[in-house]
């Protein structure tokens, strides 16, 4: 079962624009999320996080947004650049014992420009 | 050398070699991770050790055998290998297993199985 889900594989945007990568979850014990960029021959590097007691974090051109009663949060990104073109992970952490995150899939982002 | 270290950064071996993967970390973390990706699944969680004690394993077949002789070094001995564990092996550090800071992973290795 998977407890962290990336439900568009791909996602392709022109630069400039908007950016916003999904992320939805099942497991209700996870409290902390965090967002991976993963670049090609590179490992994943850690982007964002969010606590489950906000709903909105920000850093510069990256918005993380969190609903916890729909277990869904979003990466947004703007404005789009080039260089944002990566896959994006999106993780969930819970207090059950672990701390360690379970990853979605990922999504390939584009960014022409 | 900075950061976490991944050698070799690609390996293609038959299923009756032994190899073994390693993952060398310069940030003094007490914690370190072996992940593996395959090709349009999630980030597996195989192994994590803190302070050189193995404190999870994923239920990973025993053909995969980890190592952690030092909180800086962590190894993957493979044996017998099946084509299916072609993957990109991740190897990821963080301060400690228990805390709330982020992982700093390796650049992998791409492993090929024939």
């Known amino acids: 079962d998977q407890q962290v889900k990336q439900n568009s594989p791909s996602l392709s945007v022109q630069e400039g624009r908007i950016s916003i990568l999904n992320c939805d979850y099942t497991?209700?014990?996870?409290?902390?999320f965090l967002w991976y960029k993963k670049y090609p021959a590179e490992g994943p590097t850690f982007l964002i996080s969010?606590?489950?007691?906000?709903d909105k974090n920000e850093d510069g051109r990256f918005t993380v947004f969190l609903n916890k009663s729909a277990k869904h949060l979003s990466l947004h990104i703007v404005p789009s650049q080039p260089g944002d073109s990566a896959v994006y992970f999106c993780?969930?952490?819970?207090?059950?014992?672990?701390?360690?995150?379970?990853f979605g899939r990922g999504t390939s982002l584009i960014v022409h420009p | 050398e900075t950061g976490v270290t991944q050698t070799p950064r690609h390996l293609v071996m038959g299923m009756t070699n032994k190899k073994s993967l390693k993952c060398e970390q310069h940030?003094?973390?007490?914690?370190m991770y072996w992940y593996k990706q395959s090709a349009k699944k999630p980030l597996e969680l195989m192994f994590v050790?803190?302070?050189?004690?193995?404190?999870e394993n994923n239920s990973v077949p025993s053909r995969f055998s980890p190592e952690c002789p030092n909180s800086s070094h962590l190894f993957l001995h493979l044996h017998t290998l099946q084509p299916e564990d072609s993957a990109l092996y991740l190897c990821?550090?963080?301060?400690?297993?228990?805390?709330?800071?982020?992982?700093?992973f390796g650049p992998g290795t791409r492993l090929t199985v024939l």
């Open positions: 497991n209700s014990m996870f409290d902390y």
């Open positions: 940030l003094g973390h007490n914690a």
């Open positions: 969010i606590s489950s007691i906000k």
């Open positions: 993780a969930g952490r819970g207090t059950g014992g672990s701390y360690i995150p379970t």
């Open positions: 050790y803190s302070l050189e004690e193995r404190v």
């Open positions: 990821a550090s963080s301060p400690t297993s228990g805390s709330s800071d982020e992982q700093f």
